[in-house]
């Protein structure tokens, strides 16, 4: 039965209503219950129900909980422990009051152990006895409510203001920490105690003197005291923290413990620093710092409160001069009534601006400054100052109209020589255009006079020509010539150089292998390459030494006599190219360069190399310009290797489609890369 007293229930308003819910199966009971409670309660709402899964659907389907429940012990569908246990879980802390006709002193022991707010037993309570016991649930239930809130504002500010609570036990020489506290510490586990030694551990070697001072002195005094000092947590955060602490004291006035409270204070610290560095760095930057109050845009203008000192080194004004005028005061004749009016619509409008003004000094001379204005607006959004950071940009201004000047007239002369260039170019564009003419020309005559995919066709009817000059007038050359019904000659030469100078060397090779055959009527290829070399040697003559180093000729000749079905070949530094069912054979040619060395060692030097050849064979002749371009996935060079696996993908088709088959290989090998030297590849078959 519960304590509370018969004065405070008196004196409980009577008009105070309360939902009640009313599990009794016995009629009769319910019906005196039911007077009991209203004769002390005038606004009662009163819920009966006969078993639990009627309260389980009332207590579901109600908006409010009720304000408590009277519980019979046995009703049909649950009874005794479990019924309770079953109502307690339902309700929350609702209180119970259990109404039973069964006196068991151990189950009522373990109701209210439970939660239950009382035991009555049937019979032996009364209406009064029913409305206290009642009164005292409901009162009970709204004052643990509003502690429980009152606890959860509490903790929700210390979590907000970073505090914890803690006793220490002098005797155990430790302190009992509260979870915020434990936390703070960034210790693990839940929350217990914390011996002094394990504390003093935790705090940086440098504040531990001052930590020990202030905790003694916090041991000695009635009035508490206050150390600040730093920590290292056990997960290695550094932290500033606030201790601060009292006494107390037995019977016999001896100090047994202190009660007090920590807070980290690492933020505050930090905006303190910056705060400091911030009043600082104002106080001595090299920029005006000027700070007015937010209101007052229109005239006089917002009233100086602070300067900082570069304000007077600029100005020429001190502070006491400048504090309580408006900044209006600096301005002049030339300061610019376009920047002053996008300055006055950016505080209107409480925005941030930056403008370029003049402005004018005690001593009434103008300075340009660049300034910066920014409005601090408070927690409502109310402008209460503005901060304005001017730095004097007078010289910048100064260079600024130098490059002006500068650059209008380095504009003139940049037209005045754009216009010589002009000139010049359409000068170089009309000799280009004559050179190009007279190197169109140059082509025509050098295909004219140099052998052609005609002249080849003519001798050989299995034949073709591939030839990619990198310019207009190419150093590679074809010659052709028959003697006789049977005897048909063909070579291939590359001359030193490309261009103009290849050209002109490749027109003077051609005439010298025509006199070769016409004049001195030699077949044999070494008899004929050696007459050229000696004559390239003489027409060099007077200078000699430049000759051998300068101008030369690749050449390979292959003479075919049909009559004996025989081929004679002799090459320099050029190779032959043979195919036979699939198969490429190489004749080498000797390492020896046309006009480049003396007359009397070309006998030893170059040779003929005769055999038969077989029915259907074919040969190919080509110029190094193809083995030395660059190209394929690495950008190496085609190579000997190369060719052959042209020539042995492409062999077995007919001559025609092979030139225009290697022509194609040949592009997609170079790709994007630059072209390094004329190609000749030319292919026959007797």
Known sequence: MNNLPDKLVKQAPKSEGYAVLLLED?????????????????????????TFKEASTKIDRRPLPFDAVLLDLTVPDKAGMDLVKSMAAKVGQTPIIVLTGYSDEMFSVKSLEMGVADYLLKGEFNAFALYKSLLYGVEKNKMNRRLNAANKTLVAALDIARLGRWYFDVQKNAFECSEEMWAMLGLPGKCGYLTRSAYSEMILPADLHLFELGFSEMMRTENGCEIEHRISTLDNEQKHVFLRGEATKNEKGEVIGMDGVIQDITTRKKHEVQRNLLESVITHANDTVIITKGENTDKPGPEIVYVNQAFTNLTGYEASEAIGKSPRFLQGPDTSREELDKLKHAMIEREACQIEVVNYSKFGEPYWIEMSVVPILDADGSCTHFISIQRDVTERKKHEQTLIDLTENLEHQVASRTQELQSAHELLHYHYSELKDSLVYAQSVQRAILGTEVHLNQLFKESFLMAESRDLVSGDFLWCHEVGKNLRMVAVADCTGHGVPGALLSMIAHQLLNQSIRVKRLTNPAKILQNVHVELLKIYKPNHQVARQYNGMDVGLLVVDESNET?????????????????????????????????????????????KYKP??????????????????????????????????????????????????YLDWKGDQDQTDDVLVMGISP
Do not use: W
Request: charged share 25%; glycine share 10%.
């Open 26 to 50: 016995n009629p009769g009971d319910a019906i005196i219950v039911e007077e009991y409670l209203r004769e002390y309660i005038q606004n009662l709402e009163l819920v009966h129900v006969e």
């Open 616 to 665: 259907g064979e074919k040969f190919y002749l080509s110029s190094d310009g193809i083995l030395d371009q660059f190209g394929g996935n690495q950008g190496k060079k085609l190579m000997n290797k190369g060719l052959v696996s042209m020539l042995e993908q492409f062999e077995r088709l007919p001559m025609g489609e092979q030139g225009v088959a290697i022509r194609k290989a």
């Open 567 to 611: 081929i004679h070949y002799c090459g320099a530094r050029q190779n032959l190219y043979c195919a036979y069912k699939g198969k490429i054979t190489r004749m080498k040619g000797n390492k020896f360069t046309i006009g480049e060395m003396s007359a009397n060692q070309v006998d030893s030097k170059l040779e003929t190399i005769s055999r």
